[in-house]
């Protein structure tokens, strides 16, 4: 017996490489190209620094209000954590707690797998379909809870509130999460549906659409009862609140609407330049609703894309899973960003193409 048999033995989530450099164009994890408003960062340098040998508002009571008169909500149905991450762990905590498995799909946010192994909650995932769309009539069994990212990651895709109602409407009696994360990229929020469902809950971050990804801040949307279900949650497990620069920063960020917008019609414009592109290149990728794409050439394994790319220090994402081991997953960066990974790519299409040109005329299956 060795003090090793205790240790926790789970496949633990596995983010996208954070090379040790500056000098790369990093479109693998996700984040804005963009810094976050200027209010924000007016907001942080202002800060008031000799009130941090005091502990924050313990639920965020500012920032929670700011965020629920954004969405016509009340306070008592928001909940803010210290990022998506934090408060997803704590949903699962908080709402999954039946002997029944809890449904999400198979290709999806994989850190819902390492939360149920931590959580010893037992877990089904659910396949998606040829064109990686979630099906509702697959989460007509029973079960103790739903999670279902919309748009979905890696995948890309945004589904409507019809999908989500079939969902809900044969799933009353448990927690449905849906997480919104890309949502402010082109999705549709189910926030509607709150009035509808009180075992609805929403999950947002700052860390995408508002380019705070370096502050960690996130917030749930639910009933009364779902929220309250939360907090009894954090002050049990994790009784550390959101910072109090975080909470500056987040409602600075929410009270300038404009430079939000903007930052939001930039992202999206070059989103559809680099769809129309890739397509032109021969690449397959589904509409996106999110602030990356995924895509799949016919004629060059997506792992050498990924590592051509590296070797002109421009990071992708490739997941060596089965499903989807044939796709990468870029972000949307810059302009000059994107003309630089357009660029590559055409060379290295190019490149392969005048190869597989010259092996045919050895070989002799040209006319040429």
């Given at each position: ?344 790519l055409k060379e290295l299409i190019a490149e ?14 040209t006319d040429s």
């Open positions: 017996m060795s003090y090793k048999d205790n240790l926790i033995k789970i496949d633990a989530y596995v983010a996208g490489e954070q090379p040790d450099k500056t000098d790369f164009i990093k479109l693998n994890a996700n984040e804005n190209p963009y810094p976050p408003s200027p209010e924000v960062i007016k907001a942080i340098n202002s800060f008031n620094g000799e009130i941090l040998c005091k502990y924050p508002s313990a639920n965020a009571v500012g920032l929670v209000r700011t965020i629920a008169e954004y969405h016509g909500l009340k306070p008592e149905n928001v909940f803010a954590g210290n990022g998506t991450d934090d408060v997803l762990s704590l949903c699962f905590r908080a709402f999954f707690n039946s002997q029944r498995p809890i449904l999400f799909p198979d290709i999806t946010y994989s850190f819902n797998t390492v939360w149920c192994d931590i959580l010893r909650i037992p877990y089904e995932q659910i396949k998606v379909g040829d064109d990686f769309n979630i099906n509702p009539a697959d989460y007509r069994r029973e079960n103790g809870g739903i999670v279902i990212a919309n748009p979905n990651a890696p995948t890309s895709i945004g589904r409507d509130l019809d999908f989500l109602r079939e969902i809900l409407d044969k799933n009353r009696d448990v927690v449905v999460i849906v997480d919104e994360a890309y949502v402010d990229f082109g999705g549709i929020t189910a926030i509607p549906l709150l009035k509808e469902y009180e075992n609805l809950v929403i999950t947002r971050t700052f860390s995408k659409s508002r380019s705070m990804a370096g502050m960690r801040l996130g917030y749930a949307m639910g009933s009364a009862d779902a929220i309250s279900a939360l907090y009894a949650a954090k002050d049990s497990m994790n009784s550390y609140p959101v910072d109090s620069v975080a909470q500056a920063a987040g409602i600075a960020s929410i009270m300038d609407e404009e430079y939000f917008q903007a930052t939001l019609k930039k992202v999206i414009a070059t989103r559809e330049r680099l769809t129309k592109e890739l397509r032109l290149m021969g690449f397959e990728l589904p509409d996106s609703s999110t602030n990356f794409v995924f895509a799949k050439h016919p004629d060059i394994n997506a792992v050498d894309i990924f590592n051509h790319l590296k070797t002109k220090d421009i990071y992708v994402r490739w997941f060596n899973k089965p499903g989807i081991n044939d796709r990468l997953r870029i972000t949307i960066g810059t302009d000059e960003e994107t003309d630089k990974l357009i660029y590559e392969v193409s005048w190869e597989k040109r010259e092996r045919a005329l050895n070989y002799g299956w």
